[in-house]
């Protein structure tokens, strides 16, 4: 079993967050530094560390993720003019929190990734 990090204490309910949507299994909420206007992180309630660690079982919650990425973009009012979705590997993609999570971003005009 992967380990635990605090995004499971989040998806318990155990810490504040701001969650935007849950279900059986996927928990959405907002980013605590958000990069843009809206910046929801997505994530699978079960503990994957990151897209290395995807096995092919996970592949029905790894596809809900996107279908609730678009549902919470409509919430947001945000599907119309665009977003973007990004997930961050291990360090070399800038990963901080070892629970794998999607991120969307929107509500504003978004630069290029500066790299
Ligand atoms: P990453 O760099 O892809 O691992 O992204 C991790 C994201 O989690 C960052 O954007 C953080 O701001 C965000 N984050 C960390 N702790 C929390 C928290 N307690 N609640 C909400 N977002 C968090």
Redesign the pocket.
Known sequence: MAEET??S??IRHE????IVYQDDMVTA???????AKV?I?IIPNKVIPSVNEIEEEDEKVIGHLFTVARKVAQMEGIAQDGYRL???CGKN???????L?M?LLGGEQLRGFGF
């Open positions: 605090i995004f204490k989040i810490i504040p967050s701001d909420f907002r980013d605590i530094s958000p990069k910046h992180l990004i997930f961050n993609g800038g990963q901080e929190v070892p629970h999570h991120h």
